[in-house]
């Protein structure tokens, strides 16, 4: 198993533009979720997914989109970037028994991104 | 609004000793609570984690002592070793219909172990 995997590793953006982070998983979670991390800071949720087709919206959703077409792909788009963005991003997933259940959750590696 | 909160940004033991990291938090609704361990340029890792139904959990040199009415959860590693210097997130989540397993994160805590 690969678990959560995440691309790119690294980007720098210019203020205006676009690009979606990519994140997939190979344990069949039903859960996944984008935090972002700014330097000194916990993680914050962007928005959270709780199964093909259904999304919602986190703690900072401002500036993003998600979709999830897939149970193992839960990619987030920025569509204008701007230097707020600039963060690490990391994708998490997790099975939970239901929707009062509570478990571990795996994350990614992480993105870096810099918008300039 | 912090709802959880490790209000030490860092930590220096010396290896074989006990390190405490602590964690406090605001919201009555939480009642399952992990720690993660993150190393620089990796994504956090799970450590431990504690149900609001017990006051500690025992994995190895890892234990986390939950003290509910005092709205506190610490994590206690014995003995330490260098290997564990990394920082560490306390993460609170609530149970519930709506909860969906979101997880809230303290700033974390860095920890120095020196051989």
């Known amino acids: 198993n690969a678990g959560v995997t995440q691309t790119p590793k690294f980007r720098i953006l210019k203020i205006g533009q676009s690009m979606t982070l990519q994140c997939a998983q190979d344990?069949?979670?039903?859960?996944m979720y984008w935090y972002r991390q700014d330097p000194g800071m916990g993680l914050k949720l962007i928005y959270y997914?709780?199964?093909?087709?259904?999304?919602d919206k986190g703690e900072v959703p401002n500036g993003y989109n998600v979709s999830r077409s897939t149970t193992e792909d839960f990619p987030l788009r920025l569509e204008l970037a701007a230097p707020s963005q600039t963060s690490v991003y990391f994708c998490?997933?997790?099975?939970?028994?239901?929707?009062?259940?509570?478990?571990?959750?795996?994350f990614g590696p992480g993105t870096r991104l810099t918008v300039l | 609004d912090q709802q959880v909160k490790q209000n030490s940004p860092s930590l220096s033991v010396q290896e074989g000793r006990i390190s405490i990291l602590n964690c406090d938090y605001t919201?009555?609704?939480?009642?399952?609570f992990l720690w993660y361990k993150k190393y620089p340029a990796e994504g956090p890792t799970f450590l431990i984690s504690?149900?609001?139904?017990?006051d500690k959990n025992e994995d190895g040199r890892f234990t986390v002592f939950l003290n509910k009415s005092a709205k506190h959860l610490s994590l206690h590693i014995v003995p330490s070793q260098p290997g564990d210097s990394a920082v560490y997130f306390c993460?609170?989540?609530?149970?519930?219909?709506?909860?969906?397993?979101?997880?809230?994160f303290g700033q974390g805590t860095i920890l120095t172990v020196h051989p």
């Open positions: 998490a997933s997790t099975r939970l028994a239901g929707v009062g259940g509570t478990d571990t959750q795996y």
């Open positions: 344990m069949n979670h039903n859960y």
């Open positions: 997914s709780v199964g093909a087709g259904i999304t």
């Open positions: 919201n009555s609704m939480f009642d399952y």
């Open positions: 504690i149900s609001s139904i017990k």
């Open positions: 993460a609170a989540s609530a149970a519930g219909g709506t909860s969906y397993g979101k997880l809230t």
